[in-house]
């Protein structure tokens, strides 16, 4: 059974309407800002969580550059050049490198099982769906993101939790890969 350490457990970032107009900012900054090719300033994915009362459990959506991903499986592939496409083979090599690296642990520190849903391509990004069960209390759960940090060291990864009406925000990044999320 994996379980996740508890170094560096931090609570929801609260932020004011200048914190979320800047961090809006950065974000269509990146999906639009290219240096040269498709090489780009800094490295930053977005994730949705979205918790489904009928199917009790979360759809994920996460937003990566396409280059960093293509890097990333390369290097853990004996740096055999991965590009990723719609509907290419690539999927498996997908799947392992975010169950590796994107987990959720319950409060009996139990790692919650991911489906892989499948990848899209759009532009120079890439989203990767999944779908989380999650048949319990949504309290005491603890997320691990740390998506690209192995190959990125600026890279951070912002995920934003919707529960009902209710919204929480976390940023993940080298120094801090997991949050307890409660609601």
Do not use: C
């Amino acid at each position: 059974m994996t379980t996740i350490k508890n170094n560096n457990i931090l609570k929801p970032v609260k932020m004011n309407n200048l914190g979320r107009f800047l961090l809006l900012g950065i974000i269509i900054l990146s999906s639009s800002f290219k240096l040269s090719n498709t090489l780009h300033a800094f490295h930053t994915s977005l994730t949705e969580m979205r918790y489904n009362a009928k199917s009790k459990g979360f759809e994920v959506s996460v937003r990566v550059f396409t280059d960093d991903l293509e890097k990333v499986l390369s290097h853990d592939n004996q740096n055999k050049k991965i590009i990723v496409e719609n509907n290419d083979k690539n999927d498996a090599l997908v799947e392992q490198y975010v169950k590796k690296h994107f987990m959720l642990v319950n409060a009996k520190n139990q790692l919650k099982a991911i489906q892989y849903i499948g990848k899209e391509k759009e532009g120079d990004a890439t989203w990767i769906y999944l779908e989380l069960p999650m048949n319990e209390a949504l309290s005491g759960l603890r997320l691990k993101n740390d998506v690209l940090i192995d190959m990125f060291e600026d890279q951070t990864n912002i995920v934003n939790v919707f529960v009902k009406d209710e919204k929480k925000s976390f940023i993940f990044n080298a120094k801090t890969k997991i949050f307890t999320i409660d609601f």
